[in-house]
């Protein structure tokens, strides 16, 4: 066994669920529920990063904003390093919350255009509640702002003032400044040119082998995931349909949704491109609200047998750490 698979989980997500209550009338009457994520599990390893990737809506930034709780789920357990925070009383979960930080998808809507660079970082060490003098709590300032790549000259600038990648760069810097272990990264490079978004996802790397630090990336992007994250889950409408090791992705995933998504990523090779097959869905993804019976992906599935439409397929092992749920996957 490799030293990574001998690391012990920092987070143990079990049976989580997150349903929001839709209202009508006078007396606000529940009428139906959205299954945002239902049913989901995995673990995240110490000094790894899992991806989670799918199509808008499926439930991944749902997912790790319960991991954090930043939502609190309607079931299910969330083991941090062994105690179950997920139904934990606010009160309690305080001392826990500096270790556990989210980095946002939208780097200027986080920020606050009123306040500088300095404020919006000094704010975050003083949340700490450790004691720091002025100066001490400069240099721990200037220490995090340089720590992502800004210089220190830029400390008394506005968000308005700063590019899309360098706002992203100070989000980080407030992300730190707690000395977090754990971060979830909200589609962090989406919003980003290409350009910026290798340098903003060379710099998660220097800081997770300098700081020590755990991810959970969310994206849309399997490229990008796939550069980045040690292992990927799937969502498909709430639930997990596969997790594999990133270096077996483009070669040995097997769920149908899996294989679309994948038959999507551009590539620069002419003649690759020429000669790949495109995995067209038909039909749309169905509502949260009223999800299909079986397995949420049947009604799109061309492999789809009368037991996909019956039974929802558990989120079996299949050799090597490779999770499946899939009735009948393909074997070609």
Known sequence: MSAEGKREPIIQVENLKMYFPLRKGLVSKVYAQVKAVDDVSFQVREGETFGLVGESGCGKTTTGKCVLRMLRPTGGRIL??????????????????????????????????????????????AADRRPHSAGELRDRVVELIE?????????????????????QRLG????????????????????????????????FESLQEKLGLTYIFVAHDLAVVRHIA?????????????????DDLFLRSRHPYTRALLSAVPTTDYYAE???????????????????????????????????????????????????????????
């Open 80 to 125: 941090y390093r062994g105690v179950d925070i997920a139904q934990m009383p606010p009160k309690q979960f305080k001392q826990y919350r500096r270790r556990l930080q989210m980095i946002f998808q939208d780097p200027y809507g986080s920020l606050d255009p009123r306040e500088s660079v300095y404020t919006i970082v000094k704010e975050a060490v």
């Open 172 to 203: 980080i810097a407030r992300a730190l400044a707690c000395d977090p272990e754990f971060i979830v990264c909200d589609e962090p490079v989406s919003a980003l040119d290409v350009s910026i978004q290798a340098q903003i996802i060379n710099l």
């Open 230 to 246: 040690r292992r990927i889950g799937v969502m498909y409408l709430g639930r997990l349909v596969e997790v594999l090791d990133s």
């Open 274 to 332: 020429r000669e790949r097959r495109r995995i067209l869905l038909e039909g749309e993804v169905p509502s949260p609200i009223n999800a299909p019976p079986g397995c949420p992906f049947h009604p799109r599935c061309r492999y789809a047998t009368p037991a996909c439409s019956q039974t929802m397929p558990p989120l079996r092992d299949t050799g090597g750490g490779h999770l499946l749920a899939c009735h009948n996957p393909p074997e070609d």
């Open 147 to 167: 720590m992502v790549g800004l210089s220190r000259e830029m400390i008394t600038r506005y968000p308005h003032e700063l590019s899309g990648g360098q706002r």
